[in-house]
């Protein structure tokens, strides 16, 4: 069995899919290691580690080529699948909403693309969560940008020159990257509020420190699903709320947005009348810029000024940290692609019965399988036997507006961003 690790093609992806110490624990389920040269330079990581740890290095481009698993940051185009084995597991942040015709590129060379963005939410899948693992990092990092930005100190400072205020910050969307905002913010000594529109949030947002936001009439009480999905609120509902968020905005210091509605463009929740309002050296760091933005007048990879506010718009957020990043999405690779291995025989052997399966895999043999992306839930004619039952992928839930970064970076990109 050959794993491949590419090197990332993107300008603004420094992530590698492995590190040393996965590619040891690959190692010892029977695997092949071949790592594409340069591949984990961006994080820190050289060559000669990788073959400390038991890989081979080969030029770019030439990884893939027998290969039976393909690890990869972003998703490969067919280009870097030249020369994999037919049926070979190539798994990634595959981005495929709007993508389609990028995914029926894939589907042509007989690989079987995973998204490991899809991975659902389980205790099973919990150590597979890529959206988790790198919005952890998104949250953390948006606010050291947002300090970087601001040209005061974070936490109250008393001094025989006088006092220094400690500095206001309004986290929006309380999902992983915005509880580790709020955690990080108040770690640095800021007064903390935020809001979501999911009541359960409220109580998250209170055990770290910070005060919660939010219109909490019964309507807002009733607000989310079973399935922990916001529902769709009222006219009348929304305009109390935002009449409310836009006088808190003016009182802050530093606005972190991290909404994001999986296959839709991110919803605006900064209006520029909002800028406005916020005083001169006002800092606004926006997490879903790569989807469109919740923030007027935000520019992807720039940091925009707007009547002495700056707008934060880096892209591929998590890549700013990217050696925490890979270590983290390494370790969700090695723990999927054990469940796609037969540990006796030491080959890959999919289990297409396998609930994680079902909900990650977007290509197979030749043709796009997940039905959110057009596919049809069965298993190619050459593979059925009589009573052969079609293996339908699990509904995916509606989608609603989550917490951001719950989001993968996309695919543009400023160096270092």
């Given at each position: ?7 990332e093609?993107d300008a603004?992806e420094?992530r ?7 590619v040891?624990k690959?190692?010892a389920?029977?695997?092949d290691?071949?790592i ?10 050289l060559?000669a ?15 893939a080529?027998k ?5 990869s ?9 030249k020369g994999i084995?037919d ?5 990634a ?8 015709a990028?995914?029926?590129?894939i589907?042509?060379?007989d690989a ?6 899809l991975?659902p939410?389980?205790?099973?899948a919990q ?15 948006a606010?050291?940008?947002a300090s ?6 974070f936490?109250m400072?008393m ?12 986290v ?9 905002a709020?955690?990080?913010a108040?770690?640095?000594g ?6 979501d ?15 919660f936001?939010?219109?909490?009439n ?7 699903t ?10 009348d509902?929304?305009?109390q709320q ?6 808190h ?14 296959g839709?463009a ?6 520029s009348?909002?800028i406005k ?8 760091v ?30 591929n ?5 990217a ?7 390494a ?5 999927f ?21 079902k909900?990650?895999?977007?290509t ?7 039905p ?7 298993k ?5 036997s009589?009573?052969?039952?079609p293996a ?9 507006t989550?917490?951001a ?7 543009s990109?400023?160096k270092g961003?």
């Amino acid at each position: 069995m050959r794993i491949a690790v590419l090197a990332e093609t993107d300008a603004n992806e420094a992530r590698v899919a492995a590190t040393p110490e996965t590619v040891k624990k690959l190692k010892a389920l029977g695997a092949d290691i071949v790592i594409e040269e340069g591949a984990g330079e961006e994080s820190g990581i050289l060559d000669a580690e990788y073959k400390a740890a038991g890989a081979d290095i080969v030029a770019v481009g030439k990884a893939a080529t027998k290969a039976d698993v393909v690890f990869s940051v972003r998703r490969p185009t067919a280009a870097q699948l030249k020369g994999i084995n037919d049926g070979a597991a190539v798994i990634a942040i595959a981005d495929p909403y709007g993508n389609e015709a990028e995914l029926k590129t894939i589907a042509g060379t007989d690989a079987v693309l995973f998204a490991m963005e899809l991975m659902p939410r389980i205790t099973r899948a919990q150590v597979m969560d890529v959206l988790s693992s790198q919005a952890n990092l998104a949250g953390y990092r948006a606010v050291i940008d947002a300090s970087a930005e601001y040209g005061r100190a974070f936490p109250m400072m008393m001094t025989a020159a006088g006092t220094i205020p400690a500095a206001r910050v309004f986290v929006m969307g309380v999902g992983v990257a915005g509880l580790q905002a709020i955690a990080t913010a108040r770690r640095l000594g800021a007064i903390v509020t935020a809001t979501d529109v999911r009541p359960a949030t409220k109580e998250q947002v209170e055990s770290l420190g910070a005060k919660f936001i939010a219109v909490e009439n019964e309507e807002f009480k009733q607000a989310e699903t079973s399935g922990g999905y916001a529902k769709e609120m009222s006219t009348d509902y929304k305009k109390q709320q935002a009449e409310l968020v836009a006088a808190h905005i003016a009182k802050q210091d530093v606005v972190i947005t991290t909404a994001l509605i999986p296959g839709r463009a991110a919803p605006v929740l900064v209006t520029s009348a909002m800028i406005k309002s916020m005083k001169p050296g006002s800092v606004i760091v926006d997490l879903a810029v790569e989807r469109g933005g919740n923030v007027e007048g935000v520019k992807l990879g720039k940091i925009a000024d707007v009547n002495g506010v700056k707008i934060v718009g880096h892209a591929n957020v998590a890549g700013r940290l990217a050696a925490s990043a890979s270590a983290l999405y390494a370790k969700n690779l090695l723990a999927f692609v054990e469940t796609l291995i037969d540990k006796e025989k030491k080959a890959l052997a999919i289990n297409w019965e396998d609930e994680l399966v079902k909900a990650t895999a977007l290509t197979r043999g030749g043709a796009i399988v997940h039905p959110n992306f057009g596919g049809k839930a069965e298993k190619p004619a050459a593979e059925k036997s009589e009573g052969d039952k079609p293996a339908a992928p699990k509904a995916a839930k509606k989608p609603a507006t989550k917490s951001a970064a719950d989001k993968p970076a996309a695919k543009s990109k400023s160096k270092g961003a």
